[in-house]
């Protein structure tokens, strides 16, 4: 991606509201052996206000799941620019930098299964961060706190006591809540938080999130691959394909009008739960698979499957540029000097 | 109007366990025609994939009791068939496909040689015939290049193409009845919609019966005619698509229908969660099963499980607030309103047919 | 139209109630009765801990119980038995010499002080003190002996485990958890180590050094503990990507926190299996040395000496022989069942 995408992200941004987290142009590559590196996140650039959810979707493979865990540090980041409450968190951190990172930055899991320590109760799992931030507080009120914080995801205290095989995994995924709440963070980052759940669960554990947003003024990033629920859950929604943001825009303008072809056939692709619809709609399906992040196409990177691929596609990186306030999206289509080149006409004014 | 090819009957599958006998299948009943596509929708542990299993055989013997019911394929029961009249049936009349794709093929075995592996033991096939049907049914489910793709081993694959290759194996013998066991679920959503099409378009090309288990309404609403939707081993409501998506008469399926998001509804708009958790089905009591999370609950929901009541030629509920005793202010204007339109549109429907 | 539910026609037929209760409902049934919200979060029945429940499943298991019992006999024999007569496993008393095994009492099993010939060896030199297993050639009891042997074989075999343990754990908790370019570093030498066959490393290792109990447990811990790092590291690496671990990396938690609470309570179950199938191996690999005539040296007793010993007498004196090979047999096989049971007991994948 080039600099001027990069200022234009972080100008695009701007708007009501404080910047908790800026990201710009974030990469993290993996080197799999001498020869082979896995861009697992190739350059991406959003900022999240203070209490604002943002989604990020895309497929498997696409690095929406890398970008939580750079942002997390459980992955140092390859390059690039994260500034989080006005810390600088991009580059090598020191020690106390790092600590109020683990305070303020939290994280919920997919898996339900296995994100709980099965050797561990659940007083033990949930007040870990206690224990870690706050070493001086009593074993008693520390229980307490855990009650409460038991009580404030749906459970009681009868549970504290208790091993996580016995839950079900809408309650665990409660548990890892309640886990992420306890040292009170501003931000969380969930990966994909219901995809491992049963329907019926699942909006328990969205209304909870949502709950807890109004109740604590938190802030999401929510990782997911079921459009529907991000849509629901999200104010502003990022489209990953192969490592980079295709398009960034507010929920609901992204699912009326989706600019992207990448987006356009995302949305269409996902089935909706009402017969008519379906027989009535028109189905984008885009033909192939997703290339491999090790061998990524030159150009776009969508080209391959791009039912609107021009010769420029394969030749100019396209920039992820603001088409409207709020909206940014990375395809030629919505570039002028792109469409004057290939004599074609501008898709969107 | 079309024989039905297959019927389950009162199906019962237990599994033996350390702690004694734990129930997954509890009495289900339904039936395929030729040529439809019958959805088994529910959560994890309702049982739904057990069904399919049972109607293949695949259960482990040691470990699996089938106490009562009947699975009759084209009036014959398969549960009294042996082992050599069962594997004659099994890949050539039904075949099945699993949800991942990653596990259902021999990664030591080149596809076009297992999808031959099949058609010689069913058919008489000369080996020349055999790798030509091979490479037609690679070619019908849409892999380029079939020709070379033949000598490929699986690893070489997508996971969506691997997942072709597998419909590939299922349908080459022309079976009557396709079991596609969460077919899509290990995959992107917009290889999903390959797939998704793929199946109906071989569906009407070669009129095979489609049960598909699945946990994701929207795959339901994309594929199903009928729909059967199974909660803790109990099949408690089917109907048509439309029957089961617009007029619900369970508080289950009314509770899944509610507690998803809809693409239009606004952001503002809370869902309705089904609250608890699935029960255990070691624990299972003798009243309704969904007693513990119905908000409709009655008294008489703790202690008796109700048995299926037909609403409608095709739509069947397995709850108390469908009894004439239930006090009509009980019962939730939803399923009141669904019950009456029911009978208008059955009404509309002869219309439309005669 | 063909009717699609074949039997289930009305709210009679599939209907199920408790025992006890009238066939049908009453009409006072019908009132509506909801459940507390809290009911519904309630959880069935305290489940047991992991450790319990593995314990239980030990002892569910005959050949394991059977095995534990057998060990903690012959534990206790190992221990006492050398003190419980007159004699010491060194005394030698030439004029008792090659005395077949007597025990008042227990003749009709074959302890009757008769020879291969059978002959009462004890009426005809006239010897008085019974000797329960006999003596050996230079008249020594073999019964102390053997126990004395037991007693040294187990203590070799435990003490190797328990290094090959603290060195396993130790190396491979490192290698898997730093990982990157120290792990590589550590896994190649493995790969040289196990490259060496560890018959000639062990035979280099006691020509040099003087045979004795410390030099065949160093000899047999200079390879011995690869097993184990191995083991440790495979379970840590699949453990580091687990996400409980990275929720506690997101926590903030020190390294010495995640490996005590996170990763060693979680590999405790296939270490102990390990160490269990390290035990046995030990023993054998002990009285193999010996028997090779590596091992110890007369006086000392282990099984591996006796068995040598017995070996060369086989045809005149089958009881020197045999008791030895008897324990060592016994004390195998219950370690190898042992260690399956708990195996079995500690699988997660055995879990329902």
């Known amino acids: ?349 | 109007m079309n024989q039905n090819i297959l019927e389950v009957d009162n199906l019962h599958v237990s599994f033996k366990t350390r702690n004694g006998a734990v129930p997954a299948v509890r009495g289900v009943s339904f039936s395929l025609k030729k040529g439809e596509t019958l959805a088994i929708v529910g959560e994890s542990g309702s049982g739904k994939s057990v069904t399919a299993k049972s109607i293949m055989q695949l259960l482990p013997k040691q470990n699996t009791v089938i106490p009562e019911g009947t699975i009759r394929y084209e009036g014959k029961d398969m549960l009294k068939f042996s082992n050599k009249e069962i594997q004659s049936v099994r890949g050539s009349d039904i075949s099945m496909v699993f949800q991942d794709p990653m596990t259902s093929l021999n990664p030591t075995m080149k596809i076009g040689k297992q999808i031959m592996e099949g058609l010689s033991r069913h058919t008489q096939l000369t080996k020349k015939q055999a790798r030509q049907r091979a490479k037609e049914m690679l070619e019908l489910v849409g892999i380029p290049n079939p020709e070379t793709r033949l000598d490929a081993y699986p690893h070489q694959f997508s996971g969506g193409m691997r997942q072709r290759v597998v419909i590939a194996i299922a349908l080459a013998c022309n079976p009557k009845i396709l079991i596609a066991d969460e077919p899509t679920t290990a995959l992107d959503v917009t290889i999903q919609a390959q797939i998704l099409r793929l199946m109906r378009n071989l569906q009407e090309k070669m009129d095979t019966g489609i049960i598909l288990i699945t946990h994701d309404l929207g795959v339901v609403a994309n594929m199903a005619d009928r729909v059967a939707v199974m909660y803790a081993g109990e099949v408690v409501e089917q109907g048509t698509l439309d029957e089961i998506f617009y007029r619900p008469q369970h508080p289950y399926t009314l509770g899944l229908l509610r507690s998803m998001p809809n693409l239009d509804a606004s952001r503002a708009q809370p869902l309705i969660p089904i609250p608890g958790s699935p029960p255990d089905p070691s624990a299972l009591g003798t009243g309704c099963p969904f007693a513990a999370r119905c908000p409709y609950t009655m008294k008489v929901c703790h202690d008796y499980n109700p048995g299926a009541v037909a609403i409608s030629e095709s739509q069947a509920v397995r709850c108390w607030l469908q009894d004439e005793r239930t006090p009509p202010e009980h019962i939730p204007a939803e399923i009141k309103e669904g019950r009456r339109s029911t009978e208008e549109a059955a009404a509309d429907a002869e219309g439309v047919t005669a | 139209m063909t009717m699609m539910f074949p039997k289930d026609g009305d709210l009679k037929a599939g209907l199920r109630k408790a025992d006890g209760l009238p066939a049908e409902p009453t009409a006072d049934l019908f009132t509506p009765e909801p459940l507390e919200a809290s009911v519904r979060e309630e959880l069935s029945k305290p489940a047991p801990t992991f450790w319990k429940e593995a314990m239980e499943r030990l002892f569910k298991n005959k050949g394991a119980v059977v095995s534990l019992a057998i060990l903690i006999i012959l534990s206790v024999m190992a221990i006492v038995g050398p003190s419980m007569n007159e004699f010491t496993y060194r005394e030698q008393h030439i004029p008792h010499s090659n005395l077949p095994p007597k025990i008042s009492g227990l003749e009709w099993l074959g302890f009757n002080g008769k020879d291969v010939t059978g002959t009462d060896v004890y009426a005809e030199r006239g010897v008085e003190t019974n000797y329960w297993f006999g003596t050996d050639e230079f008249g020594r009891d073999v019964w102390t002996r053997v126990w004395k042997g037991t007693q040294i074989s187990l203590f070799i075999a435990l003490v190797a485990a328990f290094l090959d343990l603290l060195i396993g754990v130790v190396y491979g908790g490192v290698s898997a958890y730093y990982g990157g370019r120290i792990d590589n570093v550590m896994q190649r030498i493995i790969e040289i180590l196990t490259g060496i066959p560890n018959l000639i490393v062990i035979i280099l290792f006691i020509l040099i050094l003087e045979p004795g109990i410390r030099s065949i447990i160093l000899a047999m811990i200079i390879t011995g503990w690869v097993g184990m790092a191995r083991v440790v590291r495979g379970q840590m690496l699949q453990l580091k990507g687990q996400e409980f671990v990275l929720a506690s990396r997101t926590l903030g938690a020190s390294d010495a926190r995640l490996l005590r609470k996170h990763l060693l309570p979680n590999v405790m179950g296939p270490i102990i299996v390990t160490v269990m199938f390290t035990i046995p191996t030990a023993i054998f690999f002990e009285a193999f040395l010996s028997f090779i005539g590596l091992g110890l040296q007369a006086p000392l007793a282990s099984l591996g000496v006796l068995i040598e010993d017995g070996y060369d007498a086989i045809r005149s004196f089958p009881y020197k022989l045999l008791i030895p090979a008897v324990v060592i047999s016994l004390v195998m096989i219950s370690f190898n069942l042992l260690a399956d049971g708990l195996r079995d007991a500690l699988d997660p994948k055995m879990r329902k």
Do not use: W
């Open chain 1, 1 to 349: 991606m080039t600099t001027e995408a990069n200022q234009q992200a972080a100008g695009g941004a701007s708007g009501a509201g404080e910047d908790l987290l800026v990201v710009k142009d974030l990469k993290k590559h993996f080197r799999l052996d001498r020869k082979t590196v896995l861009k697992a996140v190739d350059g991406i650039s959003f900022s999240i206000k203070k209490g604002e959810t943002l989604g990020l979707v895309g497929e498997s493979g696409c690095g929406k799941s890398t970008v939580g865990r750079t942002l997390t540090r459980i992955y140092e980041p390859t390059s690039g620019e994260v500034e989080f409450n006005g810390m600088k968190i991009g580059g090598r951190i020191d020690r106390g930098t790092k600590r109020r990172l683990n305070h303020d930055m939290q994280m919920i899991f997919q898996d339900p299964y296995s994100s709980l320590n099965p050797r561990m109760t659940v007083t033990e799992i949930v007040s870990e961060g206690l224990v870690i931030h706050n070493p001086d507080m009593k074993p008693k009120e520390r229980d307490k706190r855990v009650h409460e914080l038991l009580e404030l995801v749906g459970l009681n205290k009868s549970h504290a006591g208790r091993y996580p095989h016995e839950f079900s995994g809408g309650q665990r995924q409660r548990i890892g809540i309640a886990r992420a709440l306890a040292v009170e963070p501003e931000f969380i980052v969930a990966d994909e938080p219901i995809a491992a759940l049963d329907v019926s669960i699942q909006a328990q554990i969205v209304n909870l999130l949502k709950e807890l947003q109004k109740d604590r003024g938190l802030t999401y990033l929510f990782i997911a691959h079921d459009l529907s629920m991000v849509k629901y859950i999200s104010d502003r929604i990022a489209v990953m394909y192969l490592g980079t943001i295709v398009e960034l825009a507010e929920s609901e303008a992204l699912y009326e009008k989706p600019l992207h072809p990448y987006t356009q056939a995302l949305l269409s692709a996902i089935p909706l739960p009402d017969p008519d619809k379906e027989r009535t709609r028109e189905q984008i399906i885009l033909s192939g698979d997703v290339p491999s992040p090790t061998d990524i196409p030159s150009g776009c990177r969508f080209r391959t499957r791009c039912p609107f691929a021009m010769d420029s596609c394969a030749a100019v990186d396209p920039v992820f540029r603001e088409v409207e306030p709020g909206r940014q999206v990375a395809c030629h289509l919505y570039d002028p000097e792109i469409m004057a080149k290939e004599g074609r006409e501008l898709q969107h004014q």
